[in-house]
């Protein structure tokens, strides 16, 4: 199946390239903006009562795909669905990030770790009920973070 996403807005921060990112929000003291296209904007209605939000977007400067990569954090070569790599087939990041407040359709927002201009396809509240585990296992990354 093919499918087709809309762009609902783009992200804007200070990473003009993937190598300067930081590789996961958590280690990201970073703040950037979002603009959501104004067709859109309604949607954020009642998102200001939220800490964090999950940014879902397009890791737009990835050209090819692969499905063995070796991530940032190890010299190991593991399945892609292992890590959080970007070279992924359909190149979707996702990203949990603080919010800082919201101006109109403009988010802002800090600890952030995705490059400049990428476009935003999806934003969700964080919800520690729904988002939170404990007893978690971390597979490769264990001892790493
Ligand atoms: C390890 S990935 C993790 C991204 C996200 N937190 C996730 O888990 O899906 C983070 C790296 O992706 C790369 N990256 C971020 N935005 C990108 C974009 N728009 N195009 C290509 N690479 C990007 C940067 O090199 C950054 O360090």
Not at 50 to 69: G, P
Not at 112 to 118: A, K, L, R, T
């Amino acid at each position: 199946m093919k499918i087709e996403l809309k762009q609902i807005g783009v992200i804007y921060t200070l990473f003009k390239t993937k190598e300067e990112t930081p590789i996961q929000p958590f280690k990201s003291e970073a703040e950037g903006r979002i603009e959501i296209f104004p067709k859109y904007a309604e949607g954020l209605d009642g998102i200001e009562q939220f800490s964090h939000v999950i940014l879902v977007y397009y890791f737009h400067k990835i050209k090819d795909e692969r499905l063995k990569v070796k991530p940032y954090l190890d010299n190991n070569i593991h399945g892609v669905y292992a890590t959080r790599h970007p070279h992924r087939p359909n190149h979707i990041g996702i990203s949990t990030v603080k919010l800082l407040r919201r101006d109109e359709n403009i988010l802002y927002v800090g600890q952030i770790d995705i490059v400049d201009g990428s476009p935003l396809l999806d934003i969700k509240p964080y919800v520690s009920a729904f988002d939170r585990r404990d007893n978690v296992k971390n597979g490769w990354l264990e001892g790493k973070i």
